[in-house]
């Protein structure tokens, strides 16, 4: 059973913090970290690491606890909006894994966090405790700075673990989801207002596509629309982005460049080739790796006692 | 050593001899058919194959063998240039194997295609004897018709190996080459000239792309620009269909569709993806199964003594 984890981490400048939450992660014996994406005007750093559940569970406090020793939240300015050190920690299902197992993966690390490190937590996702709590937008509203009041004053914002209360590491948001694919695109304006305006304009909270989140802000002294594709079988990427390409050209404005942030499934990107070369049919049944992939696992087979 | 094999068949309409050919070929143990399209207008049927080196030389013999018994080139139409039963037989080097290997594999096929069945081989590619007939255009200049007459009466057409003389299963040519991309595109419109004019424009004997080899030809009452991309790495695909683009709407033409003969390397469609996408970076390293799979490799090498 293998499990995916995608935590991000409120600290995307220092290179010596960043890599020490990364090591306590790659600690765990039977974790291995696959990618990591540091942002420095999100101030933001997004690893992907995969394991068995008990280590990706063991490697994901560890983790937490670590961004909790040495990220300050009251000295913490970024563009992506966050609550926390650990700030947001996805479990998601991949081979021989259910969304049930996440769900249970997620609330044990959860009490863990609330109980041994003293950090709120809430529950996000499809291991929420509430459909109000569905969705991260609703847990980060006002952020680390407006929390530390809300958390005490407002029942809604009560945590699902740990204390009521903020301390320097923020609060934390765990959860189970499927993949997901977190993608940036880059205008060639300065003017974030436009990235807002079209972010508003695709996303599905405001009328836009189904399963696209989307935000505007300022990254790498460049207008960016921020996104995460939550289902990419259903709104692939190549029809955001062109929605993306009409919207900006109403402004003048054309697409520099665009960024995957972590990993992406290779279907995607097979689909977009697709699209775009108008190729007939299912032009993943004709790739050659695959193929030769098949053809060694049927070597294996027909070597078997 | 793994060795893949894409002969080409001058039968795409009779299903149960396109089916008896492949039976030939998957009759020999440790060869695996991984791939095959069938296509009625060019009347001619691609087979993907490979498996270890000793296996894939039985099997393509008995694939020509059989096709020779099957196919009468006297009664042969197609739209795509033929000389033989089995047209075109190629071999290519995958994990493990080289160049040379598979000339010299070309070669022992080539030698006992001629001395068993009878049938003119002439060798191309890297496998060719000399200049001439590195490009099969060349090797194939008035197809089977003219072939008749040519090979008795040319020295310049006299085989590598087998008789100066066509029976009804004509010439092969059997050739080593490395992996190429055979991409065929359809045109809104059936004027078969406009495609040739394309071909022309994009093709590097006429001055357009290096790795690029085009024809024009009528396909399901569509002009069809039919290719094979000899490097992709060197001439991207997305160049190739963008490039006919641009050409065809000087002539108020769109592309409907394209397709894929056969199989495709999967940098081929992660390029095309991160081009349209404007993607920055490789995001060939950002896939997910691609980082999986060194996971599971990783997990293996750890488990070892």
């Known amino acids: 059973m293998l499990i995916e984890c995608v935590p991000n981490f409120s600290e995307g400048r220092r290179s010596e913090v960043i890599q020490k939450i990364i090591s306590a992660i790659d600690s765990v014996a039977g974790v291995r970290v696959l990618h990591q994406t540091s942002d420095p005007d999100h101030n933001r750093t997004v690893v992907t690491f995969a394991g068995d559940i008990a280590a990706v569970e063991e490697a994901a406090f560890r983790g937490i606890e670590e961004a909790a020793r040495l990220i300050d939240m009251r000295q913490h300015q970024g563009v ?16 021989g894994a259910t969304m049930d197992d996440c769900i249970q993966l997620a609330h044990r690390v959860g009490r863990r966090v609330g109980d041994e490190l003293n950090i709120p937590v809430y529950m996000y996702a499809d291991a929420a405790t509430n459909p109000a709590r569905h969705d991260l937008a609703t847990i980060r509203r006002g952020q680390y700075e407006d929390l530390l009041t809300a958390i005490q004053t407002d029942p809604a914002r009560k945590p699902d673990y740990g204390p009521a209360e903020l301390g320097a590491a923020g609060a934390t948001a765990i959860g189970a989801r499927g993949p997901l694919i977190a993608f940036n695109v880059y205008l060639s304006t300065q003017d974030v207002q436009i990235a807002r305006a079209i972010a508003r304009a695709i996303r599905h909270s405001s009328g836009g596509l189904r399963y696209v989140k989307a935000m505007g802000v300022p990254v790498r002294g460049r207008a960016q629309v921020s996104m995460n594709l939550t289902d990419f079988t259903r709104t692939p990427i190549y029809r955001v982005i062109e929605m993306i390409r009409r919207e900006a050209a109403r402004y003048g404005v054309t697409i520099v460049s665009s960024e995957v942030i972590g990993l992406i499934p290779q279907a995607a990107l097979f689909d977009a080739a697709q699209w775009y070369l108008q190729i007939e049919g299912d032009v993943a049944q004709q790739v050659l790796e695959a193929a030769l992939a098949s053809f060694a696992q049927n070597k294996v087979e027909k070597s078997a006692p």
């Open 80 to 95: 992506h909006p966050r609550i926390g050190a650990a700030d947001v920690v996805p479990f998601v299902p991949l081979e």
